[in-house]
């Protein structure tokens, strides 16, 4: 948190000129070999608890860089519930290459996760990315926690509610265009090393949209599906935290794989 040593938080702008507040939190050894991009969910913030409880655990070993998305936290703008928030990651991934870290990988939670599958796929190429209680596909309403977050964001009274009382400001406007579905650009982050981590007790989106991403993805691909496992930040303890740095260090340290030929 602020305050704390190897803790500096930063300013910084997308390429459309919405205002990020990042933090970047110096790994245990203060080595720059890699760093990891943590990517939060709706709703949430660098500086909440179930974050920043997670960047602690990962500096332990890693370099990490946490932000508020846009229409989050400190944050400018307004919150497109995934869309634009592509061109967030990508200003936090150009800071963290500019702080000197050799290797960078991204982990982002539920809509982060979304956004961490659709920047690897179709603007950058990192070194591992891993995507915790992420969809499958959009306009999913088959849970009631989605069926509420869908409230939040298409009326006005919801959105109101969600500035007021959640502290996030979301856009209006509805998508135009739609963007790809996950499970039509996480085939392209290949060769880049791909984790899917999803609980079978996930309130928001069953373990269907977890199966879907990974039958999907291409190869170098995992697939964790945890055993009593919630959803995102708030349900993830200290050991799949500590699990999950351990597999974006290992597969962020492998050597580039050829990506298969599409078949025509």
Same mark, same amino acid.
């Given at each position: 948190?602020?305050?704390?040593?190897?803790?500096?938080? /930063?300013? $910084?702008?997308?390429?459309?000129?919405?205002?990020?507040?990042?933090?970047?939190?110096? @790994?245990? +050894?203060?080595?720059?070999?890699?760093?990891?991009?943590?990517?939060?969910?709706?709703?949430?913030?660098?500086?909440?608890?179930?974050?920043?409880?997670?960047?602690?655990?990962?500096?332990?070993?890693?370099?990490?860089?946490?932000? +508020?998305?846009?229409g989050?936290?400190?944050?400018?703008? /307004?919150?497109?519930?995934?869309e634009?928030?592509v061109?967030d990651?990508?200003?936090?991934?150009?800071?963290?290459?500019?702080?000197?870290? &050799?290797?960078?990988?991204t982990?982002?939670?539920?809509?982060?996760?979304?956004?961490?599958?659709?920047?690897?796929?179709?603007? !950058?190429?990192? !070194?591992?990315?891993a995507?915790?209680?992420?969809?499958? &596909?959009?306009?999913?309403?088959?849970?009631?926690?989605?069926?509420?977050?869908?409230?939040?964001?298409?009326? &006005?009274?919801?959105?109101?509610?969600?500035?007021?009382?959640?502290?996030?400001?979301?856009?209006?406007?509805?998508?135009?265009?739609?963007? %790809?579905?996950?499970? @039509?650009?996480v085939?392209?982050?290949s060769?880049?090393?791909? $984790?899917?981590?999803?609980g079978?007790?996930d309130?928001?989106f069953?373990?269907?949209?977890?199966?879907?991403?990974?039958?999907? @993805?291409?190869?170098?691909?995992?697939?964790?599906? %945890?055993?009593?496992?919630?959803?995102? %930040?708030?349900?993830?303890? =200290?050991?799949?935290?500590?699990?999950?740095?351990?597999?974006?260090?290992g597969?962020?340290?492998?050597?580039?794989?050829? @990506?298969?030929?599409? =078949?025509?």
């Open positions: 948190m602020p305050g704390q040593s190897g803790v500096t938080p /930063h300013q $910084l702008r997308t390429a459309d000129g919405v205002r990020i507040n990042a933090c970047h939190w110096s @790994a245990g +050894d203060g080595s720059r070999d890699l760093g990891i991009v943590l990517a939060h969910g709706f709703t949430g913030s660098w500086r909440g608890a179930p974050q920043s409880r997670i960047a602690a655990l990962l500096a332990t070993s890693a370099g990490v860089v946490s932000f +508020d998305f846009r989050h936290g400190r944050s400018g703008g /307004h919150s497109t519930v995934g634009r928030e061109l990651l990508a200003s936090v991934v150009a800071w963290a290459r500019a702080l000197g870290y &050799r290797r960078v990988a982990l982002g939670f539920s809509m982060g996760a979304s956004v961490v599958i659709r920047h690897a796929g179709r603007m !950058d190429r990192l !070194d591992a990315v995507a915790v209680s992420g969809p499958g &596909r959009w306009f999913f309403r088959g849970t009631p926690s989605m069926r509420r977050v869908h409230w939040i964001v298409e009326r &006005r009274t919801g959105r109101l509610v969600s500035r007021l009382v959640l502290g996030t400001r979301i856009s209006p406007g509805r998508w135009n265009p739609v963007p %790809e579905q996950p499970t @039509a650009v085939a392209r982050i060769p880049t090393p791909l $984790l899917i981590v999803h079978d007790r309130q928001y069953p373990v269907g949209h977890a199966h879907a991403l990974y039958e999907a @993805a291409r190869q170098p691909k995992e697939l964790w599906i %945890e055993a009593g496992f919630g959803h995102a %930040e708030s349900a993830t303890n =200290s050991a799949l935290v500590k699990r999950v740095g351990a597999w974006l260090r597969a962020a340290g492998r050597e580039p794989e050829t @990506a298969p030929e599409t =078949s025509q």
